[in-house]
């Protein structure tokens, strides 16, 4: 989205405005590459998704779309698209434009396709166009794919399978409920103005505006004092969180963002091998590192618990089928190697780290040295295997588990990179990729991800919490797991900007 000029909306007496608060500046504006929480927060408020992730539950439900119907087994899909959608210019959004997205919701952050199942290198497993509904002759978008998409609607919660036109100076224009007017990071602060739009009723703001608090604690005195009216936190250290949990009116809500432990292929180290790491998911206990975190972050020892309730599977806490346990402990012959343990430097992810680093040193005999980055550093270290131990936040690129399962194909780009090639994992992987909906999709997905903890190089350990805070008569949003907020259905009046 190229930045759209320097004029300060002004308040003008009947205007309301909503301010909301950012822990940092947004990585990108980019809707096709989601890399970052407040990216997403900011993105939702521009674009009108085709689905949207349920607050309280887990799926989702339509969107910019009205209906989703599967057929032949979840490979054909129509798309009826919702009335009332428009670009900024007025004109409506065509089927044709809603079925574009669609394309883009196999795009590299969100669920790329290995390159076995995508041959011609399209990175879209679909063919799409435009046909009469056979109930009633309306124009709707027939998706098929030569695989199952059981997961198509969680994966079209996508910013980037939205509606969206690309204009020729890389600027872009979506069909959601505002348009940017300033953005300026100068000020950490990005304003956008309420359009036509389907999303758009009594009580949406005329004006949105995001404003970038690096210190929660001058984020907390502008909720006091009037000039912020939202406040969503993930990075708190324990005390924080503590406090911001108890304040009245505070909702706390775990998100599907996975905290892992990523291990450099190579290592020397029995953490490098797929028993170590067995052994370090087993006796890692993350129920007392979580109460030692003050559920900052909760135990997660499969993926798929970021979306069912804890508990109801048979088998171990690990989410592996019922057998054999693994063993907790290693007896380290001797004091091993140091380790270097890596991670983006903000709460609470030092205090996880430590923890991290101290379990490792008694159960494997690794004295481990903790390497905070600044989150661009870290990126960069991650996506160029500059570590050794990696403390890394993945979101959920969509709320299913293939999203953090399928990069581990081996002809996954992802994979390709960790030098990461395991059959029993192809296998799996191809058994839950080629599995029709239904129960038979469901096991397929759970026994691949019972392989996959048991061969791939990371493990998982925490799922993110957070805390929204809420401003002086300000009700309290509906929170998804993704921590979007439905930004469109809260209003206040406008107070001036202190600058001017």
């Known amino acids: ?42 993105l939702d408020a521009l674009v009108d998704p085709l689905t949207r992730d349920l607050a309280d539950a887990p799926g989702t439900a339509p969107s910019a779309l009205a209906a989703l119907t ?22 409506p959004v065509r089927p044709e434009e809603i079925a574009a997205g669609v394309h883009r919701a196999w795009g590299p952050t969100c669920l790329p396709l290995p390159a076995a199942y995508d041959p011609e290198g399209t990175g879209s497993p679909v063919t799409t166009r435009v046909v009469p509904d056979p109930a009633d002759g309306a124009p709707v978008v027939e998706l098929r794919s030569p695989l199952p998409l059981p997961y198509l609607p969680q994966l079209l919660a996508f910013p980037g399978a939205a509606p969206v036109r690309e204009a020729p100076d890389g600027g872009w224009t979506a069909s959601g409920p505002f348009r940017p007017v300033r953005v300026d990071r100068a000020r950490g602060r990005i304003e956008l103005r309420r359009k036509p739009s389907r999303r758009t009723g009594p009580g949406t703001p005329e004006r949105l505006a ?52 990523w291990v450099r292929p190579g290592l020397d180290s029995p953490l490098a091998g797929p028993a170590g790491r067995r052994a370090f998911s087993a006796g890692f206990d993350r129920h007392a590192a979580s109460t030692r975190l003050r559920q900052a972050a909760l135990p997660l020892p499969r993926y798929s ?6 508990g109801s599977e048979p088998g171990g ?11 907790g402990h290693l007896p380290p012959p001797g004091r091993r190697a140091e380790l270097t343990l890596t991670y983006a430097d903000f709460p609470p992810n030092g205090d996880a780290a430590s923890l991290v680093a101290a379990d490792i040193g ?13 989150y661009e550093r870290f990126a960069r270290a991650a996506a160029t295997l500059d570590y050794e131990l990696l403390y890394g936040i993945n979101p959920a690129p969509l709320a299913h588990v293939a999203g953090f399962l399928t990069g581990f194909h081996s002809t996954a780009g992802q994979a390709r990179a960790l030098g990461f ?5 192809d296998a799996a992987l191809d058994r839950a990729l080629r599995a029709p909906g239904g129960p038979e999709a469901a096991w397929a997905w759970r026994e691949a991800e019972g392989v996959v903890l048991d061969h791939a190089p990371v493990v998982p350990l925490f799922q993110v919490n957070s805390v929204t805070l809420t401003g002086p008569g300000r009700p309290a949003p509906v929170v998804a797991a993704t921590g979007a907020a439905h930004l469109d259905d809260l209003t206040r009046t406008a107070v001036p900007d202190r600058d001017h």
């Open 1 to 42: 989205m190229a930045e759209v000029g320097n004029q300060q909306a002004r308040a003008d007496g009947r205007d309301t405005t909503l301010v909301v608060d950012l822990d940092a500046w947004p990585l990108s504006l980019d809707p096709f590459h989601v890399v970052d929480f407040n990216q997403a927060l900011v």
């Open 70 to 91: 599967p057929l032949d087994g979840d490979r054909v899909w129509l798309l009826r698209p919702a009335p009332g959608q428009y670009w900024d210019d007025g004109s």
């Open 210 to 261: 995001f404003q970038v608090h690096a210190d929660r604690a001058d984020a907390f005195a502008a909720l006091a004092d009037g000039r912020l009216d939202l406040s969503l936190n993930t990075g708190l250290t324990p005390d924080e969180f503590t406090a911001a949990a108890a304040r009245p009116g505070a909702t706390v809500r775990g998100l599907s963002m996975a905290c892992q432990l």
């Open 305 to 310: 618990d970021l979306w069912e309730p804890r």
């Open 317 to 327: 806490d690990d989410g592996r089928p019922a057998g054999p346990p693994h063993p």
């Open 362 to 374: 008694a159960r494997f005999g690794h004295p481990v040295r903790l390497r905070p980055l600044s």
């Open 421 to 425: 090639a395991e059959p029993a994992v």
